[in-house]
């Protein structure tokens, strides 16, 4: 598994029901973050994407979609132009596990409601929540708290939510800032998580699906 590139990913969206959307998807690998924001038509400030690169050390590339549907129609070109070309993994942390998950479920009913097909089928997934619940000894399940107990406090700092529900009303108030630096923090966490499995834990201890869904 360490052959393939780490490429974390976490959605942000307006709520949880079937008729909400995506906000924010973002993909974190060692060089640099891609983050994909819909603005529902609101202009952000001119300045977002500089004091977005001044608040984080490794650099964030920002795009700006006006709809989800055209969030998610960059976001296929992204997948296969960029995504594809690499020996990659996708890692999320509850994005989608045996018994639910989050982030991938939804990304196929939106997907479905704008009846685009599936970017992601030639790519791997791993969940790292499920390695960290069979294979650490932690007291909190949540990705905030496996990484405060096992990496220290110095990726959550960066985060400037205290519960990730604050990203839907952050999007709905245009707060566009503190929204892409959470789903930031989250990427990282998430990815920074995975090493550390990987200098853990046997390779056998993951649990490698594919998205495939003629596979």
């Known amino acids: 598994m360490t052959e393939l590139m780490t490429i974390a990913f976490d959605i942000e969206t307006t709520g949880?029901?079937?008729?909400?959307?995506?906000?924010?998807?973002?993909?974190?690998s060692a060089v640099a973050s891609r983050v994909f924001l819909n603005t529902g038509g609101t202009t952000p400030p001119e300045s977002l994407a500089e004091r977005l690169n001044e608040t984080f050390q490794a650099p964030v590339q920002l795009s700006l979609h006006d709809s989800e549907q055209d969030l998610l129609t960059d976001l296929a070109t992204f997948v296969t132009a960029t995504l594809r070309q690499r020996d990659a993994k996708l890692v999320a942390?509850?994005?989608?596990r045996w018994n639910g998950?989050?982030?991938?479920?939804?990304l196929r009913t939106r997907h479905c409601r704008h009846g685009l097909e599936w970017p992601f089928g030639a790519l791997p997934y791993v969940d790292v929540m499920d390695v960290f619940e069979t294979r650490f000894n932690t007291s909190n399940d949540s990705l905030s708290g496996v990484c405060e107990e096992l990496l220290g406090a110095g990726l959550n700092e960066l985060d400037p939510f205290s519960d990730s529900r604050e990203a839907v009303s952050a999007w709905a108030d245009g707060r566009f800032e503190p929204l892409v630096v959470h789903n930031v923090a989250d990427i990282r966490r998430t990815r920074a998580l995975m090493a550390l499995a990987e200098r853990y834990c046997s390779k056998s201890d993951f649990s490698m699906k594919s998205l495939d869904p003629i596979a």
């Open 101 to 106: 998950g989050f982030d991938l479920p939804f």
């Open 16 to 28: 949880f029901e079937t008729e909400d959307e995506l906000t924010v998807i973002g993909f974190d």
């Open 93 to 96: 942390y509850n994005g989608e």
